[in-house]
């Protein structure tokens, strides 16, 4: 706890550049070997961390942004701190439509993990619950919003640059099954970003799919899934047959953010493209 009551969890960077890899939508069921449009989501996961293992000499920390477990099985997130720690000790979860607050925080091994705030080098990671519990839709609501609102005071008062995490899109994507499923309070969210300079990205996960766009200087990024893709541009539900991947984030000393999306090309996956929906 800081001075303000807060809870931050701090974090030291080996290095000035802070090498993030976001891993999300891992959709886990309560059996390994479980499936999702008939793809073995463990197997889908192992692969993504097989390829970010050969591909990221280092990783500082992994941002598991929602839909962690498909079911909400604590059995799901006990395997999930073994596949996520393959890859650091430093992985950091946020809670999806999918998923179950409760199960999460009774599988962890440091509560910390599900920390709101964190901070590593000359960067504050915010880590914002847009679950609505019963629902498949997001919402920050006023509680989430006066948090950013402090932890983004608090940075400027820092000198810290700013990443904002959630799982629901805070902007439309162009899918319209997806937009009605959007953080329904997005205008107020981004009202408080526009307050503070410091936000230099907005990560999230829900949507399978990889956006990377700029909002008025802040980055908007989302990104595929560990296993099933969602189609761009669809009206209704449609899976997509592109591969799982990841996305790295590398977080400069001077507030810059280089990232990319890595997709899965060595391993063939089983995905049940006919599937009217998932959920
Ligand atoms: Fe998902």
Redesign the pocket.
């Known amino acids: 706890m800081d001075h303000s009551g807060r809870d931050i969890h701090a974090i030291d960077p080996p290095d000035c550049v802070i090498r993030v890899v976001q891993l999300t ?1 891992t ?1 886990l069921c309560r059996r390994a070997g479980g499936t999702l449009l008939a793809m073995d989501t463990d197997h889908s996961l192992q692969v993504v961390i097989d390829r970010v293992l050969r591909e990221r000499q280092r990783v500082d920390l992994v941002l598991g942004t929602g ?1 962690l477990a498909d079911g909400g099985a604590s059995e799901a997130y006990e395997r999930l701190l073994g596949y996520f720690s393959q890859v650091t000790e430093h992985h950091y979860w946020l809670s ?1 439509n ?1 998923d179950d607050r409760a199960a999460m925080e009774s599988a962890l091994d440091r509560p910390e993990r599900l920390s709101r705030e964190l901070r590593v080098g000359g960067w504050q990671i915010l880590m914002l619950d847009s679950q609505v519990p019963g629902e498949v839709g997001g919402e920050l609501g006023p509680a989430e919003l006066e948090a950013l609102e402090r932890a983004l005071s608090a940075a400027e008062e820092a000198s810290l640059y700013t990443l904002v995490c959630l799982h629901h899109q805070p902007v439309k994507v162009g899918c319209e099954w997806l937009d009605e499923q959007m953080v329904a309070d997005a205008d107020r969210f981004f009202a408080v970003l526009q307050r503070h300079p410091g936000v230099r990205g907005v990560l999230w ?2 949507v ?1 799919q990889e956006i990377d766009r700029d909002y008025r200087g802040i980055r908007l990024l989302a990104s595929p ?1 560990t296993c099933i893709q969602f189609a761009p541009g669809s009206a209704n539900f449609r899976a997509d047959d592109r591969p799982p991947g990841y996305r790295w984030l590398d977080l400069y000393e001077d507030g810059r953010i280089d990232t990319g999306v890595s997709r899965v090309t060595d391993v063939a996956f089983t995905v049940d493209l006919e599937s009217g929906g998932y959920l």
Do not use: E, L, N, V
Request: charged share 20%; hydrophobic share 0%; glycine share 22%.
């Open positions: 939508d959709h839909d999806g999918h996960g829900h399978h899934s």
